[in-house]
């Protein structure tokens, strides 16, 4: 299984990648811009994609479309440091699988992640 982190803090998101990677077998790769991502899911393929709301070059519901449009099945859990009932309903309604408030607990993201990858 191959993920895709998202987060412009890369201290933050090395974190995520080891703790996803611990004691598993996925290839988890991290990247701090969304246009990188756009590229790299043009190459290669995914089973599901982490990305933080706010990136430097685009924000995460932006890539959230870009990435619906020519990955429609491709799952993307946003995740924030805020949170709103108004930009959960917009990551909803745009696609998200799930919307995960910062900071989250490694249990909730690998039970967001297995909700994810069995739909």
Known sequence: MK?????DDPAFGQLL???????????????????????VLAREAFQ???VDLNLPDMD?????????????RLPVLLMSGY??????QKAGER?????????????????ALEDALSH
């Open 3 to 7: 993920i895709l982190v998202v987060e």
């Open 95 to 111: 696609g998200a699988a799930a919307f995960l408030t910062k900071p989250f607990s490694l249990k909730d993201l690998l039970a």
């Open 17 to 39: 990648v080891n703790q996803l990677k611990r004691g598993r077998q996925e290839e988890i790769r991290l990247h701090t811009r969304g246009g990188e991502v756009v590229e």
């Open 83 to 88: 949170s709103t009932e108004e930009l959960r």
């Open 48 to 50: 599901c994609v982490l």
């Open 60 to 72: 995460g519901l932006e890539l959230l479309d870009r990435i619906r449009e020519r990955h429609p």
